[in-house]
């Protein structure tokens, strides 16, 4: 379910009054690929609950170039929340998910293993109210850049 920013943190509060254990990531997410699977899969496993933050399209294009994203907002959270490991879906527009993580306040955090709890912002906050950090490996290989780059040098 794609859940409203200003509902998010009521929606959080609610699932915890259930027991539910909630895992949360954030990310592009611009073309699915195995990597995101295996990931968003693995990040499921710390808990009951997958609560992905999306970037919105204007902070993608902040982030990574005026030609991304390549989907638009509303087709990644579909195609996000089509795949069994995804629970809900919130979309944010800051440069990091620090304000979002303060008011969810998931059980689990989990980013991928390019990041340390050094160089992740995000981590801070986390262990500030006893969650948890879990870093991912990623799966060698598999990127969206790495698929863009595939698509363009196969035109040429």
Do not use: W
């Amino acid at each position: 379910m794609l859940i409203d920013r200003k509902e998010a943190a009521q929606v959080c509060d609610d699932l915890r009054r259930q027991g539910k254990r909630i895992v949360f990531t954030n990310g592009c997410f611009d073309i699915i690929h195995a990597g995101h699977v295996r990931y968003l899969t693995t990040a499921k496993s710390f808990g009951d609950v997958l609560i992905v933050g999306l970037n919105t399209d204007e902070s993608v294009r902040r982030l990574k170039g005026a030609n991304r994203p390549i989907n638009t907002q509303a087709d990644r959270a579909e195609v996000l929340l089509g795949l069994k490991a995804v629970d809900h879906v919130i979309y944010f527009g800051e440069a990091t998910a620090e304000a979002l993580i303060a008011e969810v306040k998931p059980d689990v955090y989990v980013k991928g293993g390019d990041y340390t709890l050094a160089t992740l912002p995000e981590a801070a906050i986390v262990q500030s109210y006893g969650g948890r950090v879990e870093l991912v490996n990623l799966v060698a290989g598999r990127s969206t850049t790495g698929v863009i780059e595939k698509i363009l040098s196969e035109r040429r």
